[in-house]
């Protein structure tokens, strides 16, 4: 029994310890060198994800313009497909970027930076499913237009 007290009291106390260290302000000099990564690996991922964004675009360029409503309507949704993942690499890269300057705030700041850093990442990513999916719904009516 106080075997088992013993092993509650230092799980507890390492759980506290561990969750007061994880909102622990890191050095500035880190904390400008973990940033400076993230932007560039923000840019890295934006810049692919629009050179897929771009290629989509080529390969549908014949279909956007199609007298088929078929063929239209896949190139509007390819393109929303493809401009939504653009958006999502840029929230997701911003987001990065954010919570890294955060690790410079210590214990209710920091874990108030992060969570103002999720909030306006998910109102990016509500943002493109709401372009992504109009556009997609604008191809489902031309589409339509085929089918009369």
């Given at each position: 029994?106080?075997?088992?007290?013993?092993?509650?009291?230092?799980?507890?106390?390492?759980?506290?310890?561990?969750?007061?260290?994880?909102?622990?302000?890191?050095?500035?000099?880190?904390?400008?060198?973990?940033?400076?990564?993230?932007?560039?690996?923000?840019?890295?991922?934006?810049?692919?994800?629009?050179?897929?964004?771009?290629?989509?675009?080529?390969?549908?360029?014949?279909?956007?313009?199609?007298?088929?409503?078929?063929?239209?309507?896949?190139?509007?949704?390819?393109?929303?497909?493809?401009?939504?993942?653009?958006?999502?690499?840029?929230?997701?890269g911003d987001r990065k970027v954010a919570k890294e300057g955060c690790e410079a705030l210590q214990g209710d700041?920091?874990?108030?930076?992060?969570?103002?850093?999720?909030?306006?990442?998910?109102?990016?990513?509500?943002?493109?499913?709401?372009?992504r999916d109009s556009e997609k719904d604008r191809g489902d009516a031309v589409q339509k237009l085929d089918n009369?």
């Amino acid at each position: 029994m106080k075997t088992r007290i013993l092993w509650s009291l230092l799980a507890s106390t390492t759980v506290v310890l561990g969750l007061a260290a994880c909102n622990k302000a890191e050095a500035p000099s880190e904390v400008s060198s973990d940033v400076a990564d993230a932007q560039a690996n923000r840019q890295q991922d934006i810049s692919a994800a629009r050179a897929d964004q771009n290629e989509t675009q080529a390969q549908t360029a014949g279909d956007a313009v199609s007298p088929d409503p078929d063929d239209r309507g896949d190139a509007i949704k390819q393109r929303a497909s493809a401009q939504y993942d653009t958006a999502i690499a840029a929230a997701e890269g911003d987001r990065k970027v954010a919570k890294e300057g955060c690790e410079a705030l210590q214990g209710d700041a920091q874990a108030q930076c992060k969570k103002s850093a999720d909030a306006a990442y998910d109102a990016a990513k509500s943002n493109a499913q709401l372009a992504r999916d109009s556009e997609k719904d604008r191809g489902d009516a031309v589409q339509k237009l085929d089918n009369k």
